[in-house]
């Protein structure tokens, strides 16, 4: 691809996408362009990944045909008022916010834009993000190929209409959050009986990760992979049923559910 592609805003999420687009090498130092209200992030991913900075947005509006809006939800209203008038005429939107829909943005801009409503992660500096995408009727089929590897560079990508993207936010863009504590969790228990605390992340971390990657790479169903660990009258079955009396599952589908309900009520 030879568009340029642009970052308002250069905070976390930015960040991760940067990388996971330039340490991939989908995209070249020199097509990347990032702006930020101060300094210091800006700085360190000109340092880290060699890619254009600036603190004018509308240098990066101007120039970029792919363009990200990636500051909070709060923002967006005034960050597009400002930038409006100067987007590159064949610009395509891609918002990263929680809550916010193709309709309130097309409706700020006050025409009829190119627009995708994107809920990423941060593991997209890792290359294991998990992107779920929307997309308005003014993107192509070619186009729609683009964003997908787009974000595929950074690691997988879902299609899905934009009444679950809200949904998004509590199954994968807010998730790492819930699994850093699973994993905090884990490591605390295993220091409880005694194993070193390094070593405690290492077993925890790698343990999930192999779990993840069971389901995604045997096709098999969660509950069967669970039932293959836990041998009849064995010790990971004390640990299920401990899971299940304290009630790990039903605490994980409220989380789910209160991040959905939060992202909806993002875009009042
Ligand atoms: N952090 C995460 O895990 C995820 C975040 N998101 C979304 O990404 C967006 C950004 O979130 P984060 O990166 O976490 O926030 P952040 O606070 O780390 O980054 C936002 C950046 O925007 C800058 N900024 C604020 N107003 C600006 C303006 N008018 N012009 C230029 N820059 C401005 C801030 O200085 C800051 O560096 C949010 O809308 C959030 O909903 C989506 C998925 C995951
Ligand atoms: O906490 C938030 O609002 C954003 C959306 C998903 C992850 N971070």
């Known amino acids: 691809m030879n568009q340029k592609i642009g970052f308002i805003g250069c905070g976390n999420m930015a960040k991760a996408m940067i990388g996971g687009m330039v340490e991939s090498k989908f995209a070249s130092p020199d097509q990347v362009y990032a702006s930020n209200r101060s300094l210091p992030n800006l700085e360190e991913v000109h340092q880290k990944y060699g890619v254009q900075v ?3 947005n509308l240098e990066v509006a101007k120039k970029c045909e792919i363009l990200f809006l990636a500051v909070k939800p709060k923002f967006y209203p005034a960050v597009i008022e400002q930038i409006k008038d100067s987007v590159h005429e ?7 916010a929680a809550g916010q829909t193709i309709e309130q943005n097309e409706q700020r801009f006050g025409k009829r834009m190119k627009m995708v409503r994107s809920m990423p992660n941060t593991p997209s500096l890792v290359g294991e993000g998990m992107t779920g995408v929307s997309i308005n009727d003014l993107i192509t089929e070619e186009e729609t190929r683009l964003i997908q590897s787009l974000f595929e560079c950074f690691g997988r990508v879902e299609f899905l209409s934009e009444d679950l993207m809200d949904a998004v936010s509590g199954v994968s863009g807010a998730s ?12 605390d228990g295993a220091v409880q009986q005694g194993i070193p605390r390094k070593q405690a992340y290492v077993f925890a971390a790698q343990a999930l990760l192999g779990a993840a990657k069971m389901v995604l790479e045997t096709d098999l169903h969660p509950g069967e992979l669970k039932d293959q660990v836990c041998s009849p009258g064995g010790a990971t079955i004390e640990a299920v049923a401990k899971l299940e ?14 991040c959905t309900e939060k992202s909806k009520r993002m875009r009042k």
């Not at 790492?176 to 490591?187: K, S, T």
């Open 54 to 56: 600036t603190q004018d």
């Open 176 to 187: 790492p959050a819930y699994g850093y504590m699973f994993i905090e969790a884990l490591a």
């Open 245 to 258: 009396e304290t009630g790990f599952r039903s605490s994980v589908i409220q989380a789910v559910h209160a």
């Open 90 to 96: 064949n610009a395509m939107i891609i918002m990263i």
